[in-house]
Each structure stands twice: as structure tokens, then as C-alpha cells.
């Protein structure tokens, strides 16, 4: 029996003070000073909401008011950058600037596209 409570009181300290995140993979490319990574232009919102990219261990803040602008992934795109990103021919992404300074190359990102609370599903 305090084999169960235990676990009970456990799973609810889990559920109050952890997080579940839902997250998605985004090409970084950095050239001649400026960072700039690659977000689904349907996946906006939720990706802006965040506004953080993770590459490696460090975390770098999105400035989607700079420049950021809307492209189409196209076939002559380098493909090393659609694998990066796990882009389509034909996707339409926002091209969002990045506050880092990282050395001219193509990097693999991840961001954040929900967080919740696992307490959360339980009171719904």
C-alpha cells in the first residue's frame, strides 16, 4: 500500500513540475554574419509563440520583426539544407532571423511547438 501512495505522489509532483514538449526540427543557415532558420509557414504561430531555437545545448531568440520573409522550398534548394530542416519540395516556409552569431554553415535546429503540463490532461 505505501508502495502505491508513493507512486501516486510521485506521478503528481511529475504532473505539476515537468513539461511535455512537442518539438520540430528546423534547418539553421548561417552566412556572412546573418542566421536564419526555416519555419513552416503552418506550424507559425505555434514555432512564434516560443520564439526559441535550440541547436546543440545552446538556445538562440527568433527576431521574426527582421526581415523575415516567405520562401518556397524549391528542387535546385541545396539539399543538404531540406534534409536538415526535413523539407518538401513545394513547402512554403518563413525565413526568420536568428539572434546568434555562428559560423557560416548549414545546422539542424529544433524549437518548441507545445508545452504542457501533464497535470493538465488530467483536469480537462
Known sequence: M???ITLLV???IWGVYRRIETKADLAVISAEGKVVCYVPYD???AVMEGGVVTIGKQTYAMQPERDAEVTIITEDMNPYIRMKGNLEVGDVMLAVPL???LDDGIYAGTV???SLQPI???LQ
Open 10 to 12: 510521485g506521478v503528481i
Open 112 to 114: 518548441v511547438v507545445e
Open 99 to 101: 539572434d546568434a552569431s
Open 2 to 4: 505505501a508502495a502505491i
Open 43 to 45: 506550424n507559425m504561430q
Open 120 to 122: 493538465t490532461l488530467l
